[in-house]
């Protein structure tokens, strides 16, 4: 067992009896996140089975044995679906819940139904981890102008959002003072959305934490990301980050306590900001995602196994792979016309170059990365 891994008194939940290659994993959503899972599938001799609303530019399809396409209410649909896959997973929280939980009926289903409801709501998300005494920037659910004025007034500068199906960025502003209050309201309420204000944290760092549980309690961590967003999209991660040992503690704790209250079973990310406290540093959990993560698309290159190889496996009931890294990193999304620079990067030594088979580069869309390594320092061992 390495050192990065927690184990946990045994779940309620019987033991997962592990898929034999050629099994079929059945994945909701088309994305890159879907690309990459069907892709680690493969190598270990399973299947996938991807579900997916839109007919657009699917990059998941590519690389996947088999694909719907229907509605996520399609109750006939997701019928033949149940019958034609071993287990389901998903690669993005807007799955409905619904969906959800008529699949569950059916077949095994992880990670379950209360890990996507508790974050595919981001004030369902905040109070659950006060709940379990976690800590999180000061928030109020908005329904009035007012609410946010008053809110401003008690906690300064904040971030207006969207309580669902923001991403990247989406359905999210900075309001600095009472005065643009009313505006911002109006502007994110044209969308008749329900609404959270959270306080603007000056933070000194953003991180995430990577977890992979297994059905047996089981969980493990890969190393501490730290993370660079650029107007709400996530622009660079970089491994090592530059937190001590105790906040890398700290935050894994906090990481298993929300794994444990969720009853969860495969890769669990929890971003947070490192702010600074007048008693020292502090932990603030921003957001849960109850899947793999773009923060932790590195492992694919710097890890004996990925963060996609270690949700396939959990899911499948297979034992958990290593977690431990062997290359320092720097993880670049490529986003719109920047993947253009393919012939470029694919050159360059020590980079590894994904892209995503997607045919528009439009602005703001992921289009790849790339994952620069270097390598990892040899331990001190004075
Ligand atoms: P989110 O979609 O909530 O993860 O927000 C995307 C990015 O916006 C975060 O990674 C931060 O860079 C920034 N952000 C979100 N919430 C806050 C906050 N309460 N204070 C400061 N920055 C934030």
Not at 5 to 22: C, D, F, K, R, V
Not at 75 to 95: C, G, K, P, Q, R
Not at 118 to 134: I, N
Not at 270 to 296: K, T, W
Request: some cysteine.
């Amino acid at each position: 067992m390495s050192s990065n891994s927690i184990p946990q008194n045994a779940t309620t939940a019987p033991p997962l009896l592990p898929l034999p290659p050629g099994s079929t994993i059945g994945i909701l959503g088309g994305g890159q996140l879907g690309r990459m899972l069907a892709l680690a599938a493969a190598r270990l001799g399973l299947k996938a089975h991807i579900y997916c609303a839109r007919q657009s530019d699917n990059p998941a399809f590519h690389v996947a044995a088999a694909h719907t396409i229907a509605d996520f209410n399609d109750t006939s649909a997701l019928e033949a679906f149940a019958s034609a896959v071993d287990v389901v997973t998903f690669e993005f929280e807007n799955v409905p819940a619904q969906t959800l939980a008529f699949l569950a009926a059916k077949i095994p289903v992880f990670p379950g139904q209360q890990a996507l409801e508790v974050t595919q709501d981001r004030l369902d998300e905040k109070l659950f981890l006060r709940q379990q005494q976690l800590p999180v920037p000061p928030f109020k659910e908005v329904n009035t102008p007012h609410d946010l004025t008053d809110f401003i007034d008690e906690h300064g500068p904040c971030i207006l959002k969207t309580r669902r199906l923001g991403y990247d960025g989406k359905g999210q502003m900075i309001v600095p003072d009472p005065s643009k209050a009313g505006a911002a309201f109006a502007h994110l309420k044209g969308a008749k959305v329900p609404l959270i204000a959270e306080a603007l944290v000056d933070f000194e760092r953003e991180i995430s934490v990577i977890c992979v549980c297994s059905g047996e309690g089981e969980q493990r961590f890969y190393d501490i990301c730290e993370n660079r967003h650029d107007n709400g999209i996530l622009r660079e991660t970089q491994i090592p980050a530059t937190v001590t040992d105790q906040t890398a503690a700290q935050a894994r704790r906090i990481t298993s306590k929300i794994a444990q209250a969720l009853d969860y079973i495969g890769i669990l990310t929890v971003e947070m900001f490192v702010a600074d406290h007048p008693e020292g540093r502090q932990l603030l959990v921003n957001e849960i995602a109850p899947r793999v993560h773009n923060s932790g698309h590195w492992t694919l290159d710097a890890c004996p196994v990925s963060q996609f190889e270690n949700h396939i496996r959990a899911i499948a009931g297979w034992p958990l792979g290593s977690t431990t890294r062997h290359s320092d990193c720097l993880m670049r999304n490529l986003i719109g016309t920047e993947a253009n620079a393919w012939p470029t990067l694919a050159a360059e030594a020590e980079t590894a170059l994904h892209l995503y088979g997607k045919t528009e580069a439009l602005s703001g869309r992921k289009m790849g990365h790339i994952t620069r390594l270097t390598p990892k320092p040899a331990p001190n061992c004075e």
